[in-house]
C-alpha cells in the first residue's frame, strides 16, 4: 500500500512538473527570429560560415544559466527511426546541439545523452521504440552504458503520446515534440538538476526552423536532403501526421535556396525536397512573392483534376513549381527529387518542368494507398480510382519515360476480399517502379479512430501484404528488366554492401544500380553503365564512360573528379 501511494506521489509529481514545463514553452514560444531577407539579397551566395553565428537559443530560464545550457563536450548519440524527414530533423538536432557544445557520436558505450528521433504512423513503428528504451535501461543498470546516460525521446512518438511517455518507470528523461527542437539545450540542462523528467510537446504555427543549418552527420554522403515544408492540412482518415506535425507552413524560398547551395559546396550531387504534402509547398510572405514572383493575394491553384480538398482553396504566394524552378537553377549537375507529395497537387507546371530539367528526377512518387473508390472515401483522400488513373496517364503523357512509386495500405477499415483485388488491379495496370506497402495501423486521435471500425483480422491484413508485396516484385522486375541493354546514368553513391570491388549508385528513375569499379570515376561522379542483368530491386552492369548529366561523356581532362563551380 505504501508503494503505491510512493507511485502515485510522483507519478502526480511528474505530471505537475511537464505541466510547469510545457506553460513554459507555451509562454515562451514565438516565431523563430533568423536572418532577415536583406541577408540573402546582400549574400546570394553566403556560405556556411557566413551565417549568423548563432541560432535563435531558448528563452530566458528563470533558474539556468548560460553556463548550465552549456553541453561542454558531452557526447549525444542518434538514433533514428521512420521516414527521410526524421533524418533531416536530427541534423537541425545536431545543428542546435552543437551550438550549444554537444558533440555527436556514432559510439553508444561513450554517449552522454541518447536521444530516439521516432515515428508514430504504425503501431510496430511504437513497438521499435519501447523495446529499444527497456534495453537501454537494462543496459544502464548493468553499466554497459554510462550509467549517468540522458534518454531523450524526440519526434512523432513524444508529440502522440505526450505525459504518457513519463509514466513508464523512467524509461525516458525527455520528451519533445518536433516543433521543440530548440528547446532541447534547455531540457538537457533541466535534467541535470533534477531526477525528474522534462517535456516539451507544444506544437507551432510558426516553426518551420528555417534558419538552422541542418549539420549532416555522414559529411561524406554525396545525397542530401532539405526540408521545405513542415506539417499537413489534409486530414486523411487514417493519418496521424497532422497530429504530430502540426498544420502545414512553409519556409521561406531564399532560406531553402540558402541551404541547397551550402549542401553543393560539400560536395553533395543529390538533393531531395521533403515535405510531408511537399508539392502543396507555398510562401506567402511579401518579400518572396516580389523576388520569385508567384500568384497573387486572390489566385487560387486549383488541385489536380477529379480531386479535391478537405480543406478551403489555398491562394497567392510561391508555389511549388516556382520554387522548383528555382532549385533546379542553381546547378545543373545536381539531381533533385522530391518527397511525399499528394496526388490532388500537380498542376501542369511541374510536370512540364521535370519533363524540361536535366536534373530534375523523371521519377514521381504518387501515393495512391489503395485501388477502390470507396475505400478511397473512407479514406478521406479525395479521389476516385478512376480519377488516380487519369492523372497517371495524364503525367505519363508529359513525361513519357516516368517512373512512378506509390504507398498502400491494405487491410483498412472495411476492406473485402473483393475491393483488396481492386488495389492488387492497380498495381497491375499502373506498373510502379517501388511500392511502400503497409498493413493498416489504427492510430488514436484519427477520424478512422472516431468512426471507423478496425475490423479486418490481423492475419488478413498481414496476408494482404505478402500478396502485394509478391505482385510488385514480380511487377518491378519487369520494369526493371526493360534497362537491359541500355545505357543509364548513375550517381556513384558508394561501395557496394556486398563487394568493394564494385560502386553502387542510383539511376534517374531512382532503381539502384550495381557495376564494377573503374579507376576513372569516383563516389560523387555521374557515369553511364550498361546494363546486363535485373532483378525486382536492383539492375547491374558494366562501366561505360564517365559523364554528366546532359549526357554528354567528359574528356579525359575532365575525368580528375573536380567539383564543378556553381552556376552564377
Not at 134 to 147: D, L, M, S
Not at 396 to 417: H, K, W, Y
Request: charged share 25%.
Amino acid at each position: 500500500m505504501l508503494g503505491l501511494s510512493t507511485r502515485l506521489l510522483r507519478r502526480c509529481h511528474v505530471t505537475r512538473l511537464s505541466e510547469r514545463v510545457s506553460l513554459r514553452a507555451a509562454v515562451s514560444t514565438r516565431p523563430p527570429v533568423g536572418p532577415g531577407l536583406e541577408f540573402f539579397l546582400a549574400n546570394p551566395r553566403a556560405s556556411a560560415s557566413a551565417r549568423p553565428s548563432r541560432i535563435t537559443p531558448p528563452a530566458p530560464h528563470a533558474y539556468l544559466t548560460s553556463e548550465a545550457l552549456d553541453g561542454t563536450g558531452q557526447k549525444v548519440y542518434f538514433d533514428v527511426y521512420g521516414c527521410q524527414m526524421n533524418v533531416n530533423d536530427t541534423e537541425v538536432i545536431h545543428s542546435v546541439l552543437h551550438e550549444y557544445g554537444y558533440q555527436a557520436t556514432s559510439n553508444r558505450l561513450e554517449a552522454d545523452v541518447w536521444l530516439l528521433v521516432t515515428c508514430s504512423i504504425r503501431e510496430g513503428a511504437d513497438d521499435k521504440i519501447w523495446k529499444k528504451l527497456r534495453h537501454i535501461q537494462v543496459q544502464k543498470k548493468t553499466r554497459k552504458y554510462r550509467e549517468h546516460l540522458k534518454v531523450g525521446l524526440l519526434g512523432c512518438m513524444a508529440e502522440r503520446l505526450k505525459e504518457r511517455l513519463l509514466d513508464h518507470d523512467h524509461l525516458v528523461d525527455l520528451v519533445a515534440g518536433p516543433d521543440a527542437y530548440r528547446d532541447l539545450p534547455r531540457l538537457l540542462a533541466s535534467t541535470a538538476y533534477s531526477r525528474e523528467s522534462a517535456i516539451n510537446v507544444i506544437l507551432s504555427m510558426e516553426e518551420t526552423y528555417a534558419d538552422v543549418t541542418p549539420m549532416r552527420l555522414n559529411q561524406d554522403q554525396v545525397t542530401g536532403f532539405v526540408s521545405i515544408q513542415r506539417g499537413c492540412d489534409n486530414m486523411c482518415s487514417y493519418c496521424i501526421v497532422p497530429f504530430t506535425r502540426g498544420r502545414e507552413r512553409s519556409r521561406p524560398v531564399a532560406t531553402i535556396l540558402h541551404e541547397v547551395r551550402i549542401l553543393i559546396e560539400q560536395g553533395v550531387k543529390e538533393i531531395t525536397l521533403l515535405g510531408q504534402n511537399v508539392n502543396s509547398y507555398r510562401d506567402t510572405s511579401q518579400e518572396s512573392v516580389a523576388m520569385f514572383g508567384g500568384l497573387g493575394p486572390s489566385e487560387v491553384t486549383g488541385t489536380s483534376s477529379g480531386f479535391r480538398s478537405i480543406y478551403k482553396a489555398k491562394s497567392g504566394g510561391v508555389r511549388f513549381a516556382d520554387l522548383l524552378h528555382q532549385v533546379s537553377e542553381i546547378d545543373p549537375e545536381v539531381r533533385i527529387r522530391f518527397t511525399s507529395p499528394h496526388p490532388k497537387d500537380f498542376p501542369d507546371q511541374v510536370l512540364h518542368l521535370i519533363a524540361e530539367r536535366d536534373n530534375l528526377c523523371s521519377q514521381i512518387h504518387l501515393p495512391a494507398q489503395c485501388g477502390s473508390s470507396r475505400i478511397l472515401s473512407e479514406m478521406r483522400r479525395g479521389y476516385t480510382r478512376e480519377a488516380y488513373l487519369a492523372l497517371v496517364d495524364h503525367v505519363r503523357g508529359i513525361i513519357p519515360n516516368v517512373a512512378l512509386s506509390s504507398d498502400m495500405i491494405v487491410g483498412f477499415c472495411g476492406e473485402t476480399d473483393e475491393e483488396f483485388q481492386e488495389t492488387l488491379s492497380l498495381v497491375e495496370q499502373v506498373k510502379f517502379h517501388k511500392i511502400f506497402n503497409f498493413p493498416y495501423s489504427l492510430r488514436e486521435k484519427t477520424h478512422a479512430h472516431r468512426k471507423l471500425v478496425d475490423d479486418v483480422p490481423l492475419e488478413v491484413k498481414k496476408a494482404r501484404h505478402l500478396a502485394l508485396d509478391a505482385l510488385h516484385r514480380k511487377e518491378a522486375e519487369v520494369l526493371n528488366r526493360k534497362f537491359i541493354g541500355t545505357e543509364q546514368t548513375v550517381l556513384i553513391e558508394g561501395n557496394s554492401k556486398r563487394s568493394d570491388q564494385d560502386y553502387q549508385g542510383r539511376n534517374d528513375a531512382n532503381v539502384k544500380v550495381i557495376f564494377g569499379k573503374d579507376e576513372s570515376v569516383q563516389v560523387g561522379n555521374y557515369c553511364k553503365v550498361r546494363i546486363s542483368n535485373a532483378n525486382g530491386q536492383v539492375i547491374k552492369g558494366s562501366f561505360v564512360a564517365k559523364t554528366n548529366l546532359s549526357g554528354h561523356p567528359l574528356s579525359s581532362s575532365q575525368r580528375l573528379g573536380k567539383p564543378m563551380a556553381l552556376s552564377s
